[in-house]
């Protein structure tokens, strides 16, 4: 890596000097140094890397908040260390071609499913997650001839939390839209809305974008589905307001 996909990286992430420095457990001057030049020790390569990769399938990788606050920095590595196994296990899943098999993944229970397998999982801190433990209805768990399955679980629950973590920015966008523009609606007929009546009509438009933001947070926790956006994106045209084809295609790509 060279100090420019260094660069590169920081800026992708969206991390400034000292909070890069503090999650690669390293002092400032450090990586000031690398971003000069300097060799960067394969450890922190690896780490930016993983993140790099989670980040652009919104999967968590930031620490928990707790963490970085109190700079605990074994729990910093920890966060660190769980990254790069992820990171792995889906360049792995993804070098063999997918899941072999259909996993049914429920953020909201907890759990993943395939034939006799039940997989559960915890929601982590930082919107992650991490693996509980197994069973199998057919036999006993055996973790060497089980290996491939558990993986293409832990890939495809990974991907369940990317898609509702997508789902949610998506709808986010729709909101702020909806929000920022709520007097940008048109009326049926050659008749003017009144002063007072307008207000009504903005304030029906902005509470709507709240009822898409309540989906949000419903969809980031796997409880959403796009026919519920489809029942408000209906209420918005009723109201006259009709957000940009491209915000309502990133729902219905994310949700869909």
């Known amino acids: ?35 000069e030049g300097e060799e960067i020790p394969g450890p ?19 620490p928990d908040a707790i963490s970085i606050f109190e700079n605990d920095q074994a729990q910093l590595e920890r966060a660190r260390l769980h990254a790069r196994e992820v990171s792995g296990l889906i360049k792995a899943v993804e070098a063999r071609g ?26 982590l801190q930082n919107g992650g997650f991490s693996l509980s433990g197994y069973r199998r209805k057919d036999s006993s768990p055996d973790l060497v001839r089980d290996k491939p399955y558990l993986e293409d679980a832990a890939y495809s629950i990974g991907m369940a939390f990317s898609k509702a973590a997508e789902s949610q920015a998506a709808l986010r966008n729709v ?40 989906l949000a947070d419903l969809s980031g926790k796997g409880n959403a589905n796009h026919l519920q956006f489809e029942e408000l994106l209906n209420q918005l045209h009723d109201l006259g307001f009709f957000p940009t084809i491209e915000l309502v295609s990133a729902v219905a790509k994310s949700m869909v």
């Open 98 to 123: 997918g899941p072999k098999n259909p996993w049914s993944v429920n953020i909201a229970k907890g759990a993943a499913t395939f034939g006799p397998f039940e997989i559960g999982f915890y929601h």
């Open 44 to 62: 922190a390569q690896a780490a930016l890397r993983a993140w790099h990769q989670l980040h652009s399938r919104h999967l968590a990788w930031k």
């Open 175 to 214: 909101a702020e839209y909806v929000r920022k523009h709520s007097t940008a609606f048109v009326v049926d007929g050659p008749q003017r809305l009144s002063a007072t009546e307008s207000k009504r009509r903005q304030r029906d438009i902005e509470l709507v974008a709240s009822k898409i933001d309540d």
């Open 1 to 35: 890596m060279t100090h420019i996909q260094l660069a590169e990286i920081l800026t992708f992430l969206g991390l400034d000097l000292a909070e890069a420095a503090q999650l690669m457990g390293v002092s400032t001057r450090t990586l000031r140094r690398w971003l």
